[in-house]
């Protein structure tokens, strides 16, 4: 009932001249409004909100800290054609932070920033994808090199089966009028292997290629872990290979599935402290109302391993550490998501350095 109010709507602001120039019959208004319920139809609208609760605990001689974040992100896509579809999504945070859409709650209660993080034509056919603008990461990812909130701008083609894909990314980090650019070029080749009795198996590996001759556009989130030299530029090239294997078994339980995941970095750019890896198990699923699922990850990134513009922000170092953390996800009704985190982290080039650890709990729901 409520889709056809809209195109109703849509008949009542149609050129005024039309309507008193003739009469619309029955058939004519019966076929504008399926036109408009089609066009409707067209739209896919998605999103989420997130309320999290945070608190830092690193020095037992000073106060812990304790803040509260926020999150909503609304997204469309509309398909134009058959195999064309635009789509857009706004969420909140500081446009100017790249890997993440979180409002600290804070700032005597000024309003939130929303702004435009996905906005792309994307065409589907056969097996290819081709997008272009500003779109969701195409590569196979984990956070230890991509954070979850990065999305790429530029354009990306991809060719995928059920057994394996190919997928390229060109990726315009900075356009200088008069300056050297910041582009990336990388590309991912992946392969999946199952079996009958619940087995799975899948291997991605990657190379990432960035060439970042200037930073001039860069702030300070941009830089944050990587080391500059005394021209203010990067000390090392970021040229990564990325490797990620993962090995999966549904077994009997359907709600219980493991996975185990492991990922090696190197930048062959760098010309030391260039390397990373992760490890990690999970146990679980959190597609139905009562499902749990629980976490459990080990990793380690040495100073220039990853370009840390883009790399995770779960904690305060996003590079040189080594770090654990424990999650625990519970579905309390559907479409929502109640989830515990725990990080647990030192500098990895200091031995003797504290230990330091950041707790959150979350509540996420999806529409």
Known sequence: ????????????????????????????????????????????????ARLRAQG???????????????RLRVGANAAIADSLEAGARMVTGNPDDPNSSDVQLSGFADDFTV??????????????????????QPFTRTDLVWDGDVNPQGASAAYETDAWHLRSLYFVIDEQAAGDDATMAGVQAGVTLGDSAGWSVSTDLGYYDYSIDSLAAADGGDIRGNRVDASGLYRSDFDLID?????????????????????????????????????????????RRGDWRL?????????????????????????????????????????SLLSLYWYHLRAASDADSRWIDRV??????RF
């Open 1 to 48: 009932m409520q889709r056809a109010v809209l195109p109703l709507l849509c008949l009542s602001v149609l050129p005024l001249g039309a309507s008193h120039a003739q009469t619309t019959t029955p058939d004519s208004l019966e076929s504008r409004v399926e036109a408009l319920e089609s066009r409707w139809n067209a739209f896919t609208v998605f999103g989420d």
């Open 56 to 70: 830092d605990y690193s020095n037992p001689s000073a106060d812990s800290r304790h803040s509260g974040q926020f």
């Open 115 to 136: 702004s435009l993080d996905q906005a792309y034509l994307r065409w589907t056919r056969g097996g290819w994808t081709l997008q272009g603008g500003k779109f969701p």
């Open 243 to 287: 490797l990620i294997a993962r090995l999966r078994w549904v077994g009997a339980n359907a709600r219980w599935p493991l996975t185990l995941t492991a990922e090696a970095v190197r930048n062959t750019g760098a010309p030391d402290d260039d390397a990373a890896w992760l490890l990690g198990l999970q146990a679980g699923r959190t597609s």
């Open 295 to 335: 976490s459990y990850a080990a990793s380690s990134a040495d100073t220039d391993a990853v370009l840390a513009a883009f790399s995770h922000d779960n904690t305060p170092l996003s590079t040189d550490y080594r770090l654990h953390s424990v999650t625990v996800d519970v579905v309390p009704v559907e479409h």
């Open 360 to 365: 959150r709990l979350a509540y996420l729901v």
